[in-house]
């Protein structure tokens, strides 16, 4: 995999990267275990110190390596990867141990960061938990720091997305039920007048 489209973004522009309500793939790396899951319920938090928060069911072996590691990644998946990502949403870990070889999951590395980074995303925000046990077991509601993120250049430059001018293929997708997604739709410009 060539990272030849892929660049930093700055930690307070991060947010951005979440805040159009994408579904998610959510990965966790623990004691030589990786795991990657669906979720939609993601939210940007802050900008400065960046986070975000993230709802994960109690069940899921991605929550549990989260847990114990402390660390998680969240990436925006693209249109061609909506097949894979239900897949990522529909099976278990705990039911199949080949669920990654199975719905295709391949990972690339960004250096200094021992996480399992999915290949063809648009973006990926490498995140340190901040521990708030209360909620997360009474809510199911974690919340991380954004330490580092990368986006496909071809789709997101100078801190904004740019859907319309990229292949569709690259655009995110956001899960509504049954198997069904939308993409992104169109961007709407509005003037601002600086006076307002």
């Known amino acids: 995999m060539t990272l030849d489209h892929i660049a930093p973004v700055e930690l307070e522009k991060s947010y951005r990267l979440v805040n159009h309500g994408p579904t998610v793939l959510v990965s966790a790396r623990h004691d030589g275990v990786d795991d990657v899951m669906a979720a939609a319920w993601v939210c940007g938090l802050d900008y400065s110190p960046a986070k975000l928060t993230v709802v994960l069911d109690s069940s899921t072996m991605?929550?549990?390596?989260?847990?114990?590691?402390?660390?998680?990644?969240?990436?925006v998946p693209t249109v061609v990867q909506a097949r894979l990502t239900y897949a990522l949403g529909h099976t278990s870990l705990h039911d199949d141990p080949e669920k990654l070889v199975k719905a295709g999951v391949e990972f690339l590395d960004f250096e200094g960061h021992d996480q399992p980074f999915v290949v063809g995303c648009s973006a990926w925000l490498a995140c340190r938990l901040l521990p708030e046990a209360e909620i997360q077991n009474r809510h199911?509601?974690?919340?991380?720091e954004i330490i580092a993120a990368w986006a496909d250049t071809r789709v997101f430059r100078d801190g904004h997305w740019r859907f319309e001018e990229a292949s569709s293929s690259l655009r995110?997708?956001?899960y509504v039920a049954g198997g069904q997604f939308y993409a992104i739709g169109e961007g709407i410009d509005v003037a601002i007048d600086e006076k307002l």
């Open 172 to 174: 995110s997708i956001h």
């Open 62 to 75: 991605t929550r549990k390596l989260l847990e114990a590691s402390g660390k998680f990644v969240i990436q």
């Open 140 to 144: 199911d509601l974690f919340f991380g």
